[in-house]
């Protein structure tokens, strides 16, 4: 089974950096793709950024230049965020595609959630 974990939200000022890392748990697992997204409250969750396991990047609008994108593609992603903006404040999701070699079959997986607000 395949688990997800999430690190590193929490308060950040506007303008300042926070980086959040996600780690996968599992073995036999080859990386297609991981990312991160983002919902808040009454709305839907939306992209914030993915890699997929030829390095290929995509991000959202609202956060190109700003958040980066970066993983070991193998278990671990991590986003680092800068200039972050109140807009910005969510909770943001992990999200892995893997293959499951010994079943030769995708999954995908979600982690729990982390809390960034982004406030003075």
């Known amino acids: 089974q395949v688990q997800l974990v999430e690190s590193g939200g929490g308060l950040v000022q506007p303008g300042g950096s926070l980086r959040l890392s996600c780690a996968a748990s599992?073995?036999?697992?080859?990386?297609?793709?991981m990312g991160w997204y983002r919902q808040v409250p009454g709305k839907q969750r939306e992209l914030v950024a993915t890699?997929?396991?030829?390095?290929?990047t995509n991000y959202a609008d609202s956060v190109k230049d700003r958040f980066a994108i970066s993983s070991d593609y193998a278990k671990k992603v991590d986003l680092q965020m800068n200039i972050v903006k109140p807009e910005d404040t969510a909770v943001y999701y992990c999200?892995?595609?893997?293959?499951?070699?010994?079943?030769?079959?995708?999954?995908?997986?979600w982690g729990q959630g982390t809390l960034v607000t982004v406030s003075s």
């Open positions: 999200n892995a595609r893997f293959l499951v070699i010994s079943q030769w079959r995708n999954v995908e997986v």
């Open positions: 890699i997929t396991r030829d390095g290929r």
């Open positions: 599992g073995s036999g697992l080859r990386f297609n793709a």
